[in-house]
C-alpha cells in the first residue's frame, strides 16, 4: 500500500515540473491507477471494519473506468484535436514550481501529523498523501496557465479527496460514489468542449487571455 | 410517488425535446414540461403544509417544511422563465443571436438544469444533494456559454472551474459527515441520510462536525455568491441568456442555500446552533458590505443586479443566522420574494438589453418611450428588488432589520439598515438614469401588449401581495419558521 501511494504521491509532484500536457495526462493515469487499486486495498487491509468486497470493488472499478481510461482519453483527444503546442506557459520555472510542490508536501505532514487532526479523527495512515494531492492538484492549477491543465489539476485534486475518503471512511456510500464519479465524468466532457469551443474562437488555450471580464 | 413525478417530468421532457424538428413543438414541450412539473410541486407542497407532516418516497425523495419554499420557488420560477424564454428564444434567431438549430439544446439543457435544481431540494441523502448541485453547474455552464461569443466563453469558464473546485470543498466536508456518522454508530448501518443524522445529531463528533461545516459552507458557499466565493456570478449573469440568468440569480443560489441549511440544522443539532449561526451572519454581513462598492460604481446592468444577488444572499444568510422568530420568518419571505422579483427584473432587462443592443447603463436610454409596457415591469422588479414598499422585500427587510435590533441592539441595527438605503439609493439612481431620460432619437415608440406581459406581471402582482397581506399570524408561515426553529 505505501508503495502505491508513493506512485500517487510521486506522479503528482512530478506533474508540477512538466510542461508537456500529454505527459501531464500520463502521470496522471498512473495516479488514477494507483488510486483504483488503492480505492480496493485500504479497505481490505484496514483493522476494525468488516470488508466489504463488492462495494470496493464496484468503487474501483469505477475510478479505473473514469480515471485511468476515459477522462484522460477525453483529454488527449481534446489535445490532439486542437493541435495546439504541447507546452504549456507557466507562472513561474518550472523548478520553482516543484519546489513549492515539495514544500506543499511537507505542510501536509505537518498538518497530518498535528495533534489537532489526530484528536479530531481527520487523520489516519495514508491521509497524508491525500491531503498533499488535494493541495499539488490545486497549485498545478496555478501554475500551469492551459485549459487542459486546469481540467487536469482539477483531477488530480479529486483522485486526493477520494483517496482522502477512502482512507478516513473505507468508502462513501455507493450510490454517492457512482452519482460523484458520473459528475466528474459528465464535467470532464463537457470542460473539453468548452476548450474547443474557446480555442476556435481565441486560437489559444491560454488561461492569460481570459482576462476581459472584470468589476 | 408524487415527488419522483416532479423530478422525472422534466428529465423525461427533455429527452423528448430531442424529437420534434419544429420550432413551436421544443417550446411547447418545454413549457408544458414546467407547467406539469409545477403543478405536482403545488400539490406536494400542499399535502406538506395543510397537516404540516413530511412526505417521502423510498429512502432517496422527501419534502419537509424547510423544502416547500425552495420547492415553490423553483416551480413559479422556472414556469414564468420557460414562458419567457419562448419570446427570448425568437428574438434571438431574428436578430442573428442564436441558430434555429440551437433552439433544441438550449431547451433540453433548461429542462435538464431545472430538473436538477428539484432533485437538490428533494433528496434526503446529503450526498445526492451534492451530486445534484454539482450537476447544475456542468449543465448551467452550457447554458450560461450558449451564445459561444469570447465574453460569454471566458464567464462560462470561470463558471464551471470555480463552482467545481468550490464544491470539492464541500465534498470533504461530506467525508467529514460520514466519518462522524460511522464514529458515532460504532459500524452500523450509515446512509448520509439526513433525517437519520439528525435524530442521533447529539452522538456525532462534535469537532468532526465543525470542521465539516466550514468545508461544506465555503463549498456550497461558492455556489450560493458568498463572499468572498462569488467572482463567478457576476461573468456568469451578465454573459448568459436573460431566462438563464433569472434561473440562476433567482432558483440556482437558494439551491446551494438550501443545502447550507440543512448542513446547518445538522451542525446545531450536534453542537448547538451558536458556531454556524456565527459563521452565516459572518458570511451574510460580508457578502452585503462587499457587495454595496460593486453596486455603486457598477456600468452593466446584468453584473448590477448580480451584484445586487449577492448582498441580499447576504440578507438572507444574516435572517437564517440570527434564528429567533423574526430573523427566520424574514428570511424565509426575503429568498421567496427576491427569487421572484430578481428573475422578473433579469427577463424585463433582457427584452429592453436586445432592443438597445447593450447592456452598458449609460446607453439605456428612455426605456419608457421605447418599450413603455416592458418597462412598467421592469420598473416595478426593480423597485421590489431594491426594496421599496409595498412590495414583499421591503417587508422582509424591516422584519430581518427587527431581528437583528432585537438580538444584537441599535448599532448593528443602523449598520444594517444604512447599508440597505444605500443599495436602494443607488437602484434610484440607476433607475432615474435609465428611465427618466431622452430616448435615442434613430428608436421608434413601438409596443404592443402580449401573453408574455401578462405572464410577467403576474410576478409583480405575488410581491404586492407578500408585501401588502402575508403577516407573521398567517399559520403556513409560522409553521414552516417554527420547523426551522425546532432544528437549531
Known amino acids: 500500500m505505501d508503495f502505491l501511494c508513493f506512485i500517487f504521491l510521486i506522479s503528482s509532484l512530478w506533474m508540477l515540473s512538466t510542461r508537456n500536457i500529454t505527459k501531464s495526462v500520463y502521470l496522471l493515469i498512473f495516479q488514477s491507477l494507483s488510486l483504483s487499486i488503492l480505492m480496493i486495498g485500504i479497505p481490505m487491509f484496514s483493522m476494525g471494519y468488516e470488508f466489504n468486497f463488492f462495494h470496493s470493488a464496484i468503487a474501483a472499478l469505477l475510478t479505473f473506468f473514469v480515471k485511468v481510461v476515459l477522462l484522460p482519453l477525453i483529454i488527449l483527444r481534446v489535445n490532439r484535436k486542437l493541435r495546439s503546442n504541447d507546452l504549456v506557459p507557466m507562472n513561474m520555472p518550472q523548478g520553482l514550481s516543484l519546489l513549492i510542490g515539495i514544500f506543499l508536501i511537507g505542510f501536509s505532514q505537518i498538518l497530518n501529523s498535528s495533534g489537532f487532526f489526530s484528536i479530531s479523527h481527520l487523520s489516519s495512515v495514508y491521509s497524508f498523501y491525500a491531503i498533499s494531492s488535494i493541495l499539488i492538484g490545486c497549485f498545478y ?74 468589476g | 410517488m408524487i415527488l419522483l413525478f416532479i423530478v422525472l417530468i422534466p428529465l423525461i421532457f427533455s429527452f423528448l425535446c430531442v424529437l420534434p424538428k419544429e420550432k413551436k413543438a421544443i417550446q411547447l414541450l418545454a413549457i408544458c414540461a414546467m407547467m406539469i412539473s409545477s403543478l405536482f410541486s403545488f400539490i406536494a407542497c400542499f399535502c406538506v403544509l395543510s397537516p404540516g407532516r413530511t412526505l417521502f418516497f423510498s429512502n432517496l425523495f422527501a419534502i419537509d417544511l424547510l423544502s416547500v419554499p425552495f420547492v415553490l420557488i423553483i416551480a413559479i420560477v422556472s414556469l414564468i422563465c420557460a414562458i419567457s424564454s419562448v419570446n427570448y428564444v425568437n ?275 428612455g426605456i419608457g418611450q421605447v418599450k413603455p409596457i416592458t418597462s412598467i415591469i421592469f420598473v416595478c422588479s426593480l423597485l421590489a428588488v431594491a426594496g421599496s414598499p409595498p412590495f414583499g422585500i421591503f417587508l422582509s427587510e424591516i422584519y430581518i432589520a427587527y431581528a437583528i435590533f432585537q438580538k444584537f441592539g441599535f448599532f448593528p441595527g443602523v449598520i444594517f439598515l444604512t447599508l440597505i438605503a444605500t443599495v436602494f439609493a443607488a437602484f434610484m439612481y440607476y433607475l432615474g438614469k435609465i428611465y427618466f431620460s431622452n430616448q435615442r432619437p434613430d428608436f421608434k415608440f413601438k409596443e404592443k401588449i402580449g401573453l408574455q406581459h401578462i405572464f410577467l406581471s403576474i410576478p409583480i402582482i405575488i410581491l404586492i401581495i407578500t408585501g401588502c397581506f402575508l403577516t407573521p399570524s398567517i399559520n403556513i408561515i409560522s409553521k414552516i419558521v417554527e420547523y426551522f426553529m425546532r432544528g437549531i
Open chain 2, 91 to 365: 428574438r434571438d434567431i431574428e436578430i442573428n443571436e442564436m441558430k434555429k438549430s440551437y433552439v433544441k439544446p438550449f431547451y433540453v439543457l433548461f429542462l435538464l438544469f431545472v430538473c436538477m435544481m428539484y432533485l437538490s431540494v428533494l433528496c434526503q441523502n446529503l450526498g445526492l444533494i451534492w451530486v445534484s448541485i454539482e450537476a447544475t453547474t456542468v449543465i448551467s455552464a452550457l447554458l450560461v456559454g450558449f451564445y459561444r461569443k469570447r465574453a460569454s466563453l471566458e464567464a462560462a469558464w470561470k463558471y464551471i472551474i470555480l463552482c467545481t473546485v468550490g464544491i470539492a470543498f464541500a465534498l470533504v466536508g461530506l467525508i467529514l459527515i460520514y466519518q462522524a456518522e460511522q464514529i458515532s454508530l460504532f459500524n452500523g448501518v450509515e446512509t448520509l441520510n439526513w433525517f437519520k443524522l439528525m435524530s442521533y445529531g447529539k452522538n456525532l463528533d462534535p469537532n468532526l462536525m465543525k470542521i465539516s461545516f466550514i468545508f461544506l459552507m465555503v463549498g456550497y458557499g461558492t455556489k450560493a455568491g458568498i463572499f468572498p466565493m462569488h467572482t463567478w456570478l457576476p461573468d456568469a449573469h451578465g454573459q448568459s441568456p436573460s431566462p438563464i440568468s433569472a434561473l440562476l440569480s433567482g432558483v440556482l443560489l437558494n439551491c446551494a442555500v438550501y443545502a447550507i441549511l440543512r448542513q446547518h440544522l445538522l451542525v446545531s443539532s450536534a453542537v448547538g446552533s451558536e458556531f454556524s449561526s456565527n459563521l452565516l451572519i459572518g458570511f451574510g454581513v460580508l457578502s452585503m458590505i462587499f457587495s454595496v462598492p460593486f453596486i455603486l460604481t457598477q456600468r452593466d446592468i446584468k453584473r448590477l443586479f448580480a451584484y445586487s444577488s449577492v448582498e441580499h444572499i447576504g440578507i438572507i444568510l444574516i435572517g437564517f443566522g440570527l434564528g429567533n422568530f423574526f430573523g427566520v420568518l424574514g428570511a424565509i419571505l426575503h429568498m421567496f420574494n427576491h427569487s421572484i422579483g430578481k428573475s422578473t427584473l433579469f427577463l424585463s432587462t433582457g427584452s429592453i438589453v436586445k432592443r438597445y443592443g447593450s447592456n452598458n447603463i449609460g446607453r439605456l436610454k
Open chain 1, 141 to 214: 492549477m496555478l501554475s500551469h496557465r492551459a485549459l487542459l491543465c486546469q481540467i487536469i489539476g482539477i483531477i488530480v485534486m479529486e483522485n486526493g479527496i477520494f483517496l482522502y475518503s477512502v482512507s478516513l471512511t473505507n468508502g462513501m456510500p455507493l450510490i454517492f460514489e457512482f452519482g460523484t464519479f458520473f459528475d466528474l465524468l459528465v464535467g470532464g466532457l463537457v470542460m473539453g468542449i468548452m476548450t474547443n469551443y474557446i480555442h476556435g474562437l481565441f486560437e489559444s488555450t491560454d488561461t492569460e487571455n481570459l482576462s476581459e471580464l472584470k
